[in-house]
């Protein structure tokens, strides 16, 4: 169960923080973000070497797409495409809004249950797929949202009704300081307190955890800043991302 948190601030500078920990088997193979797919060339993310897809990226249009499972639907079935492949064709959009319309009119039972997050300066949207029919897309409201395998801020989630008050009390933190500073999201980020299915950052049990994580932030004007965790975000030092060139 994946987790991405979002801060939607019309009008700041900073319209847009989301911060993800990536759950996943840990013996699955993967590469950190880049501009690994020749057929999108605008396109920096994580590579999932098994599927060929990614779980998070953006485009030099400064559009971010992310993609978590739904309830009861981890792992490959036979049939199913790959949800890596949705991150892909949302942000082969030059915009939030016109990512957001690709991926509502697609046909929903062609993958197992998904979630996700689009978002640009302009704001950022929830898309449910319920493995039938066509996917449903939920503007978020200004504040913090936390999306995990459920709705946003659902409360039946562990990890959000644990953490997202947290969030809440939480000063954001301020990317004109990153990587250097340590700020209260990050270390929440990090935390591997709490019981099984509540735990922000996920011990790996049985071979799953949490293997890697992001920070992200898109501004009114300029350049996104991209900070990726190669591992879990308690050991692995936040690098910045490379991006290409708009």
Known sequence: MCTVVVLLRPEHPWPIL??????ESVDRAWDPPAAWW???????????????????????H???????????????????????ELPLLA????TASDAVDAIV????????????????????????GAGHGGPSAHRLMPGVSMVTA????????PRVAR?????????????????????AWRAILADRS???GAQMNVEARGGFGTVCSSLLAIPASGDPVWLFAAGAPDQAPFEPVRLPAR
């Open 150 to 157: 459920h709705d946003p801020n659902d409360e039946e989630s």
């Open 163 to 183: 953490h997202l008050s947290r969030f809440r009390a939480a000063a954001p933190p301020d990317p004109a300081n990153w990587p250097a500073n340590r700020d």
């Open 91 to 94: 942000l082969a959009r030059t």
């Open 194 to 196: 709490g019981p099984a």
């Open 62 to 84: 400064g559009v971010t797409a992310a993609v978590l499972n739904r309830p009861g639907s981890l792992g490959p079935v036979a049939g199913k495409r790959s949800r890596g």
């Open 105 to 128: 009119s697609l046909d929903a039972s062609q993958w197992r249950g998904f979630n996700m997050v689009i978002a640009d300066r302009s704001g950022a949207t929830f898309v449910r």
């Open 18 to 23: 989301l911060i993800a920990n990536r759950d």
């Open 38 to 60: 020749p057929e999108y060339p605008d396109v920096v993310a994580g590579r999932d070497r098994t599927a060929g897809g990614t779980w998070m990226g953006l485009n030099t």
